[in-house]
């Protein structure tokens, strides 16, 4: 099915089912963009584990991955994965990625929305990532879903020989009361 012809996006967590169809779009994925971390290779080099990965996310507390399902066939993956240390469990990690096909169509801010309810029930009141300094559309992304930067990781991510800023961007799913530290 082409990306136009589709008009029904659904979002859910993924299933050890699932597997198999999910190493092979991150595959794909990490093929499209220079803007991950991860190389295609070093995704999950099997389907038995990516099986492990879809059972990690489901067991730990108050971590998700999502993906956005065109038919058959996932088109997007959101990942949310909380501090699981006392002093940092009130915050999580998050990070986003669609096909190229379907981007515009407003289907990374369903999955963002998607785990900020998830991060919400779980108790989550900080949501950071980190985005390459040259990602543009994704820095422009998150902050209009209220992300705001707080910092710069200089030279902390190496694309094809050349070393990359990342923008430490985060935000709060509710106000807090800081403590003298946080003046």
């Not at 990374?108 to 900080?126: F, K, P, Y």
């Amino acid at each position: 099915m082409t990306p136009d012809a589709v008009t029904d996006i659904t979002i859910r967590e993924a299933r050890e089912r699932d597997a198999r169809s999910l190493k092979q779009f991150g595959e794909r994925l990490l093929a499209e963009t220079p803007f991950f971390h991860r190389l295609p290779a070093e995704r999950a080099g099997s389907v038995e584990e990516m099986e492990v990965v879809i059972r990690s996310m489901r067991a730990a507390p108050c971590c998700a991955l999502m993906n956005a399902w065109s038919g058959g066939d996932p088109v997007g993956e959101a990942i949310l994965v909380a501090g699981q240390l006392d002093r940092i469990r009130h915050t999580g990690t998050v990070g986003i990625g669609v096909l190229q096909a379907y981007n515009g169509r407003g289907i990374a801010r369903r999955l963002m929305h998607r785990l900020e309810q998830v991060a919400m029930e779980g108790g989550i009141v900080r949501l950071e990532l980190t985005v390459m300094a040259t990602n543009e559309r994704a820095i422009a992304f998150y902050r209009r879903q209220g992300y705001q930067e707080e910092g710069r990781k200089i030279a902390s991510v190496r694309v094809d020989g050349n070393y990359v800023d990342e923008l430490l961007m985060a935000k709060l799913l509710r106000p807090v009361r800081r403590g003298d530290g946080g003046r």
